[in-house]
C-alpha cells in the first residue's frame, strides 16, 4: 500500500495480529471501496497531495465498529456504526480506526462531485445526523451497496452515484449548506477549545460560551448550522478521550471509575452506558480486549 501511496502514512498499533480485507470496485465515475479492518491510523498530509495527484473527495460510511476522522486543523470527528461524513482528501486528513471496523468509502473526482454538487467544499466534515429523513435513506443505500453487487444493480452504476451524491444534497439540507467559511473556522476553534476542557465537567454552554467571548445563542447556532449540537459533540470527544485511555498501558491501574472522571463524566454508570452504545462493547471489555 505504501509503495503505490507513498503519501498516505499507515500506522498499526497491534502489528502482530493486524488483519484487513479490502474489495473495490468502479461506480460510474466514481470508486466504491469495502474495508474490513482491526484497528489501524492512515493520514495524508498536506505536503503530499499534490506530489500524489489526490483531488478527490471521499463519502465515508461505517457500517460497523469505529472510525475517528481528523482534519489538517487537528478537529475530530467520531463515526460510529450506521455515520458518514464527506472528506475533502485535497484538504489533508487522518482516519483513526479504533475497532475493528466495516466501512464503505465512495471516492468522487473532484470535477464530477462539484458539477453535482457546487457547496460540496462547504459540506465536508459537516456532521449529519444519520436517523432522520433524508440521511437515513442515504444510510441504508450506503449500507447495502457493495463491490461484490454493482453489476448485478438494476440501474447504471453511474446513475446509482449520481443518485448517492443527491442523497447527501437532500441530507444536508439547505442549513449545513449556506454555512459560511468564517462560521466553519470559528466553530473549528471552538471543538478545540472543547477538546481541551473535555476533562472539566462543568464545562455547560453558558459557561463555555462566556469563556470564548461569545453569546450562549450564537454559540448554539454554529452547532446547529453544522447539523449537530454542544452537548452532542462534547459527549462524542469525552467517549473517543476515554476510549484511548482504557487502551493505554499507563492508565491500565485507573478504575472505570476513575477513567470516566479523567474524561468529564459526573455518573460512572452514564459513562458505561453511553460507551457500550457507541463502541458495542463495555469499558472493561473494551480494555480488556485492547490491553491483552
Known amino acids: 500500500m505504501s509503495a503505490r501511496r507513498p503519501g498516505l502514512l499507515l500506522d498499526f498499533p497491534h502489528q502482530a495480529s493486524f488483519q484487513a480485507t479490502a474489495t473495490a470496485a468502479p461506480l460510474g465515475p466514481a470508486r466504491l471501496l469495502a474495508l474490513d479492518v482491526d484497528p489501524y491510523v492512515a493520514c495524508r498530509s498536506r505536503r503530499h497531495i499534490a506530489r500524489d495527484l489526490v483531488d478527490d473527495f471521499c463519502l465515508l460510511h461505517v457500517d460497523s465498529g469505529s472510525v ?18 464527506l472528506m475533502d482528501e485535497a484538504a489533508g486528513f487522518s482516519l483513526r480506526f479504533t475497532s475493528r471496523t466495516q466501512a464503505k468509502a465512495l ?22 445526523d444519520p436517523t432522520t429523513g433524508w440521511a437515513r435513506a442515504l444510510t441504508s443505500v450506503l449500507k447495502e451497496v457493495a463491490p461484490q453487487t454493482v453489476e448485478t444493480l438494476s440501474l447504471p452504476p453511474g446513475e446509482v452515484a449520481s443518485q448517492i451524491v443527491a442523497l447527501l444534497t437532500l441530507a444536508a439540507g439547505r442549513t449545513a449548506l449556506d454555512m459560511k467559511r468564517y462560521q466553519r473556522t470559528t466553530l473549528n476553534r471552538l471543538r478545540r477549545a472543547m477538546r481541551e476542557g473535555l ?32 452537548g452532542r459533540d462534547l459527549t462524542a470527544m469525552r467517549l473517543d478521550y476515554a476510549r484511548s485511555l482504557l487502551c493505554d498501558p499507563r492508565f491500565s491501574a485507573k478504575s472505570i471509575t476513575e477513567i470516566s472522571a479523567l474524561a468529564g463524566f459526573t455518573n460512572p454508570s452514564h459513562f458505561s452506558r453511553r460507551f457500550l452504545e457507541t463502541f458495542a462493547l463495555s469499558p472493561s471489555v473494551y480494555r480488556r480486549q485492547h490491553l491483552g
Not at 476522522?69 to 461524513?85: C, E, P
Not at 473526482?109 to 465536508?124: H, N, T, V, Y
Not at 470564548?212 to 448554539?220: D, E, M, S, V
Open 199 to 230: 476533562h472539566d465537567p462543568a464545562l455547560t454552554p453558558s459557561r463555555f460560551a462566556e469563556q470564548q467571548g461569545i453569546a450562549k445563542r450564537t454559540l448554539h447556532a454554529l452547532f446547529a448550522a453544522a447539523g449537530t449540537s454542544f
Open 68 to 85: 475517528v476522522v481528523s482534519d489538517a486543523t487537528g478537529t475530530d470527528f467520531l463515526l460510529n456504526g450506521g455515520q458518514f461524513i
Open 107 to 128: 471516492k468522487m473526482p473532484r470535477a464530477w462531485l462539484s458539477a453535482r454538487m457546487p457547496q460540496a467544499e462547504d459540506l465536508a466534515l459537516t456532521g449529519i
